[in-house]
């Protein structure tokens, strides 16, 4: 059983950056992938970034890119997603999953992870 605990979220102006964390409560946490994907109100649940098991391979969706950065604390099981330049268009609730087989780089998407935290809300104001 993989729990996920997400922490982090908040307001902020645009511009402005968040980083967000999650706690993965597994001891299989160092054969996972762990994602951040994020669903705005009306939205499907849209993919932004991942990071392989062993941290050697992240992906990334196309609005995170040159903007987010995911890292992975396997000492730790922690994963951060740091973003900077946040804008209106991010503001959603973001949730940490985990994913037990590879992803593919241009494939992302909330199918390929099994199990979800709770989210955290994140909002950017103009």
């Known amino acids: 059983q993989v729990q996920l605990v997400e922490s982090g979220g908040g307001l902020v102006q645009t511009g402005g950056s968040l980083t967000l964390s999650c706690v993965v409560s597994t001891r299989a946490f160092r054969s996972q992938n762990i994602g951040w994907l994020r669903q705005a109100p009306g939205k499907e649940r849209e993919f932004v970034a991942a990071?392989?098991?062993?941290?050697?391979?992240?992906y990334y969706g196309d609005s995170a890119k040159g903007r987010f950065t995911i890292s992975r604390d396997n000492a730790k099981n922690t994963v951060h997603l740091q973003m900077n330049n946040l804008k209106p268009e991010d503001t959603a609730i973001y949730y940490c999953?985990?994913?037990?087989?590879?992803?593919?780089?241009?494939?992302?998407?909330?199918?390929?992870?099994?199990?979800w935290g709770q989210g955290t809300q994140v909002t950017v104001s103009s």
């Open positions: 999953a985990a994913a037990s087989y590879p992803l593919i780089k241009g494939m992302e998407s909330a199918r390929n992870f099994e199990s």
């Open positions: 990071v392989s098991w062993a941290g050697g391979s992240t």
